[in-house]
């Protein structure tokens, strides 16, 4: 028979696996650091100062301890995004994008992001369109907005309303932003395709034997011995 009268032994708490909550939370603890993060607006009316979606996030970022290495609005047009893009990549480990997401002719801005990521982020845009159906319904389907690395850097892209921008920041990225940068730079930048070898000319003397010890312990073999003159 068994005895009731003595307890039995705890069990034991099941052990986090790898890449579940535990983990989660142990990145997102980690990364929460001053972030280096870049600002673009991309309007053909907006400028620094009625720029409310920008200054919006300058305010955001700067409350949150985070670094902003630069800011700029530029027009509706491929180049001066992509310039900007590239520019800022370099200089940020985030960079936070509004306007020219929709889909009117003047709404370059999605195939620019898209030709520069080397690594999307799908989850960002699927989050975004979750939260804007909640707000706005079935219009959330014409936003284009969409996440990936580009060069090594983090690059968000969402619409250019005041509106938008606040659902993007306040619903996803507020809270994430240390945890994103901290898996950007722990792995030394992935995305970023390191250069290959310089190339050696085919004309290029080849290089001087390594001397090696003579038997004697003499000048080196390969130079050869010195030899004594006439006694």
């Known amino acids: 028979m068994t005895d009731l009268s003595k307890a039995a032994p705890p069990a034991s708490e099941p052990s986090p696996t790898p890449g579940g909550a535990a983990s989660s939370d142990a990145h997102r603890a980690a990364g929460a650091q001053s972030v280096r993060v870049a600002v673009l607006t991309v309007s053909d009316t907006r400028t620094p100062d009625t720029d409310t979606s920008g200054q919006y996030l300058l305010g955001e970022l700067r409350a949150g301890g985070h670094e ?4 700029r609005v530029v027009r509706d047009d491929a180049v001066e995004i992509r310039s900007a893009l590239v520019a800022f990549a370099r200089e940020a480990t985030v960079v936070l994008s509004s306007g020219g997401t929709g889909i009117t002719g003047r709404d370059v801005t999605v195939p620019v992001v898209e030709s520069l990521i080397t690594k999307p982020i799908p989850g960002f845009g ?25 060069r090594g850097a983090v690059v968000f892209a969402m619409p250019g309303s005041l509106n938008a921008v ?47 010890p003579g038997a004697g312990g003499g000048v080196a073999a390969g130079l050869g011995r010195h030899r004594k003159g006439p006694q």
Do not use: C, N
């Not at 902003?68 to 800011?71: D, G, I, L």
């Not at 369109?129 to 319904?137: A, E, I």
């Not at 996803?172 to 992935?190: K, S």
């Open 68 to 71: 902003v290495v630069a800011y």
């Open 126 to 150: 699927e989050l975004f369109r979750m939260l804007s159906y909640q707000q706005v319904g079935g219009a959330a389907m014409l936003s284009r907005a969409v996440g990936g690395l580009v």
């Open 166 to 212: 606040k659902t993007a920041w306040e619903g996803i990225l507020r809270d994430e932003i240390g945890h994103l940068a901290f898996e950007v730079t722990r792995h030394g930048q992935p995305g970023v395709l390191s250069a290959p070898p310089a190339p050696v000319a085919p004309d290029a003397p080849a290089p001087l034997p390594v001397p090696q």
